[in-house]
């Protein structure tokens, strides 16, 4: 019995002996197996090209998306860019919004277009238009990422490649007060300046008007013109009604030169002409189709104050500056070498479409009356000798205190040196009708048988009258003569009168037909009243191009255009 305990006991022992050693050999196994697995490198690559693999098919993923997507923005763009190009040209008749749409619609698009949006300034035209569409994605949805947007947008302007401009600027004689005339110098070079710095070489041209009673075009330019020749004492035009409803001036038609007069002198202060109607002072004249910046400012410099208003000349010839008309005149310049050969084409036709028209003009007061010499006292002889040595007149004139006959061309058989009609009288017994007529000398109204100066002196054309007299002046002489004052009122009307009334009808007229034909129209009120302003504003092409200004105030006026001007031209 206890040997039975004994081996069961021992047995027992033994069992609980080899327990705990399985165990600590198990444990043994798994850390040797532990270490060989941590040493053991052949499984690495598995994990490793499981993650490069997956890394690999989103990239790729990636990729095939990214592609739909750029293929599909430039489908979008390429679209936008044909569209608002069509839309913004100058020379597109339709609606540019609808075009945009029906370029999109014929590219089978329309679903994408979104914004489109139609700019009008100046006369030019901006486009601008976007589109958008959502890529769903194939592969990157897998990490949350749904879809992609391809998004595209364009805009198109008219692009402005040259300029032409006219600066037509009031040099009447208000100008000469309170520094406003120093201050128009200092304002418009400044336009020059920035006007050129903003521009290409030969990019462009800039006529200079000046204008006060009239518009003193200049020799030079005249000579390429068919206008009458009565005289050569000055250089303006006189226009008609009809001529400010059109902005062509004719080469070839025939042009009125104006009279060379003076009709503001009083005969108190002397004969003499001094204040004409078309002035003749260096710097008067105007400064056409220049290219150069520096001709420009000496022009401007070289302004002087004098005379009326006649904004609707200065207009009339700013406007037909810009007007294609004018190209043969501007080509025979420039094969006489007056003018720079980059010009050739100009002006350019109104629909050309890359060439900027602006007139700017500045005036500091309403128009006043114009004077226009009547046609019977343009040319022709009159009964005046005149000697140049002394610069005393005489008048050929019956002694007796009648009305005589005292005008030539017209029949007078005793004019000077016209003797059959007398000659026949007396051969046939009677009395010579031109006993009585002698020369009158004015200055000291004692009648003569020869003129003062005697072989000196010369016969008087009108416009040599004119260029000599002011008409108040001759007209007191023709009263010394007969002593009758309406004598001296007779001679007072050889003029018509364009009262102020109608000139701002004519100058509405011109303004509105530049603004037909596309010209940008800036214009300055100088210290102006609420009437004037109204015409001002009413002749630019939209209130907002109209400034008024007081004082230094100009500068900032020209500044604000020449702004808006380079801003055009810099605009692609």
């Not at 100008?175 to 400044?190: F, T, V």
């Not at 078309?278 to 710097?283: A, D, K, M, V, Y």
């Not at 364009?498 to 530049?514: G, H, N, P, Q, T």
């Amino acid at each position: 019995m206890r040997r039975r305990l004994r081996i069961r006991a021992g047995r027992a022992r033994a069992t609980g002996w080899n327990g705990a050693a399985k165990k600590a050999a198990t444990a043994l196994n798994a850390r040797r197996l532990a270490a060989r697995f941590g040493r053991e490198e052949d499984g690495a690559l598995v994990v490793f090209s499981m993650f490069l693999l997956l890394a690999i098919l989103l990239v790729t993923g990636l990729g095939l998306d990214l592609m739909r997507t750029e293929t599909m923005r430039t489908r979008l763009q390429a679209t936008l860019d044909r569209a608002v190009l069509a839309a913004a040209s100058a020379t597109q008749p339709r609606d540019p919004e609808q075009v945009v749409r029906d370029y999109f619609a014929a590219a089978g698009l329309s679903d994408y277009l979104q914004d489109i949006t139609v700019e009008e300034r100046f006369g030019l035209r901006a486009v601008s238009a976007t589109a958008s569409a959502d890529i769903p994605t194939s592969f990157i949805k897998l990490v949350g990422i749904d879809k992609f947007e391809a998004a595209s947008a364009a805009t198109a302007r008219e692009y402005i490649a040259k300029l032409e401009i006219s600066m037509v600027l009031d040099v009447s004689g208000s100008m000469g007060w309170r520094n406003k005339l120093d201050q128009l110098k200092e304002a418009g070079s400044e336009f020059i300046e920035t006007v050129f710095n903003a521009s290409d070489a030969g990019a462009t041209s800039v006529s200079i008007v000046p204008f006060a009673s009239q518009v003193n075009a200049g020799a030079e330019l005249l000579s390429y013109l068919n206008v009458t020749d009565e005289h050569d004492y000055s250089n303006c035009i006189d226009f008609d009604a009809a001529d400010f409803e059109s902005t062509a001036l004719d080469p070839d038609a025939e042009l009125q030169r104006s009279g060379h007069f003076d009709p503001w002198s009083s005969y108190q202060h002397g004969t003499s002409a001094r204040y004409f109607v078309c002035r003749t002072e260096p710097g008067t004249e105007i400064t056409p189709f220049s290219g150069d910046a520096h001709e420009l400012i000496d022009a401007i410099e070289a302004l002087s104050a004098d005379g009326n208003t006649s904004a609707e000349i200065g207009m009339k010839w700013g406007v037909a500056l810009l007007d294609p008309s004018l190209q043969p005149v501007v080509q025979e310049m420039i094969a006489d070498g007056r003018l720079d050969a980059a010009f050739m084409e100009r002006p350019v036709p109104y629909d050309e479409g890359r060439t900027l028209k602006v007139v700017v003009l500045m005036t500091d007061g309403e128009n006043t009356t114009e004077y226009v010499l009547k046609d019977e006292y343009r040319e022709g002889p009159t009964d005046v000798w005149y000697d140049p040595d002394s610069g005393r007149f005489s008048i050929w004139a019956q002694q007796r205190k009648k009305k005589g006959n005292n005008g030539w061309g017209n029949g007078d058989q005793c004019a000077p040196g016209n003797s059959s009609d007398h000659n026949n009288a007396e051969n046939r017994g009677g009395n010579d009708p031109c006993e009585d007529w002698a020369f009158f000398w004015p200055h000291n109204r004692k009648w003569k048988d020869r003129p003062y100066g005697g072989d000196d002196a010369y016969q008087l054309t009108y416009p040599e009258l004119w260029a000599r007299a002011s008409v108040s002046g001759h007209a007191y002489m023709r009263y010394l003569v007969t002593g009758r004052s309406s004598d001296y009122y007779d001679w007072l009307d050889v003029y018509d009168s364009v009262r102020s009334s109608e000139k701002d009808d004519r100058l509405d007229a011109i303004c509105s037909a530049a603004k037909e034909q596309g010209i940008v129209i800036y214009t300055i009120g100088f210290e102006v009243d609420n009437r004037t302003a109204r015409i001002l504003s009413d002749c630019a092409t939209t209130p907002s191009h109209f400034f008024r200004v007081e004082g230094l105030d100009i500068a900032e006026a020209f500044r604000s255009i020449a702004s808006s001007i380079s801003v055009l031209r810099l605009t692609q």
